[in-house]
């Protein structure tokens, strides 16, 4: 499959001016405008494991702890914590002065609800969840979190800014179910959500938290000070590629997070505008099954579907320039300390084919039709999608593609139900390389059954090893267990990957300067406008 889109038209490109967008004027608010990757549809970063609701949590809310440049866990609502000499009882006191965009103070208790509602969630929190004999408030600043056994991974999974966020929000909001999505949107962090100007699928509006006080320390990762340099973002919507670049190109808008890689060329020629990697660990692609229904209920199926699965020709088709992207394996991501290697192999496409048509055979499949949802504004999911329905049908496959927005793909991938009923048997997603590098945060192999990521894959044997990482001392053991999983997921086949890249963001480097690099994300604090 050929890449989108592969050149701009000549009559876009005559049409274009390429002067440099003006400066705000004297008295006006400094304005970000942002072509972000999709629309923002749920306001709730720890119900979702979206993107988009998690770039939304850290504008709006704050975290207990923050990632610096080093990965390294620091304080960030916390001011200081304590741990007792047997590594059980965390006792931690919160800043003083922090707000809630409300105007009420953050309140210790607060954090216990919100903690308590993001374990629920998160697969990492689970793990604290079950190890927690006691979380209680100790005054308005401080509260404890006892446990029955250590857990080295704590402050690390207070502090992630991938999904699912940690986000603080206050109690009243903190005691919604997780299953269900928050209403507001009230944290303590840099930027306010202005409700009132929220258009779900068309424009959504931040405005700098004048009560925001920020650590006295320069920003490091997603750690130190957070200082709102804008007075106002706006997240505007164009599903449309060349519409987006041409607008970049105009100066009508500032900031593209995620470019397609065929209008890079000219968008890097263009006066006044840069191109920049920003998440310094990359993504890796997800193709996600429904291990509850036929046919990916049964390993064999799925193992044929990861037969299928030739990363250069998805790569190749989403991403098209080699400079951005990486044929992987591994499923801890290549670079990463924890890099494996898969046994499996094959000679070309066509013994991928053959291997594929075998192992759907053997699970009993009879042509019954498989449902991707296929998420049209998102150009490289969608082109994900498409590619994969075009090999499966090269396999004898009968696919049954349905395409939707991605706000729909979210609101059902969690229907557990028939495909015919509302559900669905495979989507495709992406996550960051800093969480799947990591056994304990990467999103696709936790095999926790009804607790897992939607898809629900069931598999003791993932389930303990990852139990044995979990209070594995060194690195070496780390490493050896991180193998085991690699050969259990070719095995069972939690998720497929469908290939690693680099996503750079393009922005107008004559308005906008002080671009943060993270670990696996991109915030909007710390940017300068002109």
């Known amino acids: 499959m050929k890449p989108l889109i592969r050149t701009l038209s000549l009559a876009l490109a005559a049409s274009l001016t390429l002067a440099a967008a003006p400066a705000s004027a004297a008295g006006q608010p400094k304005t970000i405008k942002a072509v972000m990757h999709a629309a923002l549809t749920n306001l709730d970063p720890i119900q979702t494991t979206a993107d988009i609701a998690l770039l939304h949590g850290m504008m709006v809310y704050d975290t207990l ?48 609800a919100s903690i308590q509602r993001w374990w629920v969630r998160d697969t990492l929190g689970q793990r604290i969840a079950a190890l927690a004999t006691d979380i209680s408030v100790v005054d308005d600043r401080s509260f404890r979190l006892v446990l029955k056994a250590p857990f080295g991974y704590l402050l690390d999974a207070l502090a992630k800014t991938g999904s699912n966020f940690p986000a603080m929000m206050p109690k009243r909001l903190a005691q919604t179910s997780p299953s269900e999505q928050i209403r507001e949107a009230v944290g303590s962090g840099p930027f306010k959500f202005v409700r009132e100007e929220w258009v779900p699928g068309s424009k959504a509006v931040y405005v700098k938290n004048e009560d925001y006080v920020p650590r006295n320390e320069p920003p490091s990762g997603t750690a130190g000070g957070k200082i709102a340099k804008a007075d106002r973002v706006e997240w505007v919507v164009m599903p449309d590629q060349q519409t987006a670049q041409a607008a970049l190109m105009n100066g009508e808008i500032d900031f593209i997070e995620t470019p397609q890689a065929d209008f890079i060329p000219m968008l890097r020629d263009t006066q006044g505008v840069k191109i ?255």
């Open 65 to 112: 702890f923050s990632w610096d440049e080093n990965l390294v866990a620091k304080p960030q609502m916390v001011e200081s914590y304590t741990l007792s000499d047997d590594k059980l009882t965390y006792t931690f006191t919160l800043r003083e002065g922090l707000k809630w965009h409300d105007g009420q103070p953050v309140k210790a208790e607060d954090c216990v």
């Open 276 to 530: 920049e990697t920003t998440a310094t660990f990359g993504i890796q692609g997800i193709l996600r099954m429904n291990h509850l229904q036929p046919p990916f209920d049964n390993p064999a199926a799925r193992q044929g579907l990861l037969a299928l699965v030739n990363q250069e020709t998805y790569l190749r088709a989403i991403i098209g320039n080699p400079d951005f992207y990486q044929v992987c394996d591994s499923i801890f991501v290549c670079g990463s300390p924890l890099q494996t290697r898969s046994k499996l192999a094959y000679a070309d496409d066509k013994a991928r084919v053959e291997a594929a048509k075998r192992l759907f055979k053997e699970a009993g499949y009879q042509g019954e039709p498989i449902v991707i949802l296929n998420p049209t504004d998102s150009a490289l999911s969608s082109a994900a999608a498409l590619v994969t329905a075009q090999l499966m049908r090269e396999a004898g496959l009968n696919v049954d593609v349905q395409s939707m927005d991605w706000a729909s793909v979210v609101a059902r991938r969690p229907n557990k139900g028939k495909p015919s009923e509302g559900g669905w048997n495979i989507f495709i997603s992406n996550q960051s390389g800093m969480t799947a590098s990591n056994p304990l945060t990467n999103l696709g192999l936790a095999a926790t059954c009804e607790k897992a990521w939607f898809g629900w894959p069931c598999d003791e044997k993932i389930e303990a090893l990852r139990n044995e990482f979990a209070t594995a001392e060194t690195l070496e053991d780390r490493r050896r267990i991180a193998q085991a999983l690699q050969d259990r997921a070719d095995e069972s086949v939690p998720y497929i990957s469908f290939g690693q890249w680099s996503q750079p963001v393009a922005y107008r480097g004559d308005r906008l300067s002080g671009i943060l690099k993270l670990p696996n994300s991109f915030a909007f604090w710390n940017i300068a406008v002109k």
